[in-house]
């Protein structure tokens, strides 16, 4: 979606003058609300990192390596000590076994534009083959 903006100037002399400005926005539900999202500007190298998909990542490895390191039994009790709710916590577990080059590609900056952090969060059928991943999630 692109939104059209224009502005009008408070300056006596510009205010003859308008100016517009093309916006590219994103419209992402957030609950029961619907926010506009300006999508994150390109670095100077081409990459586009995006903070909240590298911090899913990064809860999803820690959220493995405690699972692997707990002592319980009790899935109730894992998701405690990884300081998630139940649900949060399977979620991450879900998605906590990427390939190695969609980490780093996420890490710097390269995912396809379209992997956000809300579609790998809810990618129920996310595959454990590396390869079906890397098609999945459009890194093929």
């Known amino acids: 979606m692109i939104v059209s903006l224009t502005f009008e100037s408070l300056d006596p002399l510009l205010a003859a003058q308008e100016t ?11 609950g029961k609300m ?64 990427p390939a190695p080059d969609i980490i780093s590609a996420i890490l710097d900056g390269r995912q396809p534009r379209e992997l956000t952090r809300s579609k790998l969060i809810r990618w129920a059928g996310l595959p454990l083959c590396w390869q079906q991943q890397r098609v999945s999630l459009g890194f093929s």
Request: glycine share 6%; aromatic share 4%; hydrophobic share 45%.
């Open 20 to 30: 517009v400005r093309v916006v590219p926005i994103n419209c992402v539900r957030s």
């Open 34 to 97: 619907l926010k506009l999202m300006m999508p994150p500007a390109p670095t100077p190298d081409g990459t586009n990192k995006n903070p909240a998909l590298i911090k899913l990542v990064t809860q999803a490895a820690a959220a493995r390596e405690a699972l692997a390191t707990c002592d319980s039994d009790d899935f109730d009790e894992v998701a405690a000590a990884i300081g998630y709710g139940r649900e949060h916590a399977a979620n991450l577990l879900r998605i906590g076994y």
